[in-house]
């Protein structure tokens, strides 16, 4: 009979494609790799590895199996919890990963509020960008995913993306433009000051603006080089279409790139990092333009840099996914509440 152990032996295998990697990835004996994938090898009545110099690889029949790995340990998961539950355990164990500004937004509040009404409840956080998170979610590295997806000029959304998944929606991020503070195109001069991060709400939809009245919401005003633009009108993107450009994660990257392709140029993108203080330092040194979304925003100190509203707007869905086997998982069911009150602000 194929046990759990040996699934989660086997996945490791493939992850990172040798016995010694996995032994260490698992925090286990070399040995007792080897020696649970000769009884995996031995139940399934075929090999599922080959040696391959130092490495190993798969063969047909071991990534068929691993394929199915993923959903076996998830329903396993979710029949332990659900049982625990029932049984009146006030205990549960949730991994959750997130994009950064996702983890120093949404998330911090999401998980303080799950420990002060569950303290049983263990919820454990990473950083992993999407796609990476969404792998991450369905190979059973995690329960829940914090996650995003841009949306298209007309409102269009790649449904087919996560149609596996158990997707809740939890609010529109809208992305707004970084200037070096003496760029022509930014607001009149400001002083120099840093601009402390805005503290009315991680959603991006509370605060001093909304997504429809042209201005960046939550940001303080007076005597700061951060602020919300004093034009009557948004920055054209293709206004900027001969600066250097500070770009983000692929993701980012490949969703700036089509942008800016739609307005009629290619961006010259002289630097790329996932890191928003990074991008805001750069930004504020004059090196460059950039997007950022205002979830990052917030959490920035910004100096010497302007914020302008852009156009075309460009936003991105910001949601938490889950498999559907972990939905019916009372401590994951409660973790997906608390994310979307979270984002309410």
């Known amino acids: 009979m194929i046990e759990a152990r040996h699934l989660r032996v086997l996945r490791a295998v493939s992850r990172t494609g040798s016995f010694s990697a996995a032994a260490r990835e698992l925090g286990i004996t070399q040995p007792a790799v080897s020696q649970q994938m000769k009884a995996l090898e031995h139940v399934a009545g075929t090999p599922l590895v ?24 998830a329903g396993l998961t979710a029949a332990e919890e659900e049982v625990a539950a029932i049984a009146g355990l006030r205990s549960g164990k949730v991994r959750m990963v997130s994009f950064p500004s996702g983890s120093s937004t949404i998330a911090p509040v999401a998980i303080a509020r799950m420990r002060a009404e569950n303290p049983g409840t263990q919820v454990f956080l990473e950083d992993a960008e999407p796609p990476r998170s969404v792998e991450l979610l369905r190979s059973g590295d995690c329960e829940v995913a914090l996650a995003f997806r841009y949306v298209g000029r007309h409102g269009h959304v790649d449904l087919a993306e996560w149609d596996d998944l158990v997707v809740t929606s939890l609010l529109t991020d809208r992305l707004v433009g970084l200037l070096p503070a003496a760029h022509p195109l930014a607001p009149p001069a400001a002083t120099g000051q840093d601009a402390p991060a805005a503290h009315d709400g991680p959603g991006g939809l509370s605060g001093s603006g909304s997504p429809g009245d042209g201005r960046a919401p939550g940001l303080r005003r007076e005597g700061v080089v951060a602020r919300e633009s004093r034009t009557p009108w948004p920055v054209p993107l293709a206004s900027l279409a001969d600066e250097a450009w500070i770009a983000g994660c692929p993701r980012c990257r490949r969703h700036l790139i089509q942008v800016c392709d739609e307005e009629g140029f290619s961006p010259r993108i002289d630097f790329a990092t996932d890191d928003s203080p990074a991008v805001a330092g750069l930004v504020g040194a004059g090196l460059g333009v950039a997007l950022l979304p205002e979830l990052a925003v917030r959490s920035l100190r910004l100096r010497n840099v302007a914020l302008v509203d852009v156009h075309p707007f460009v936003r991105r869905e910001v949601v938490a996914l889950t498999l559907p086997d972990l939905a019916k998982v009372p401590a994951v069911e409660q973790l997906m509440a608390r994310l979307a009150e979270a984002a309410q602000g």
């Open 50 to 73: 080959v040696r391959v110099g130092r490495s190993t690889r798969l063969t047909e029949a071991g990534r068929a199996l691993t394929r199915h790995a993923a959903g076996i340990l």
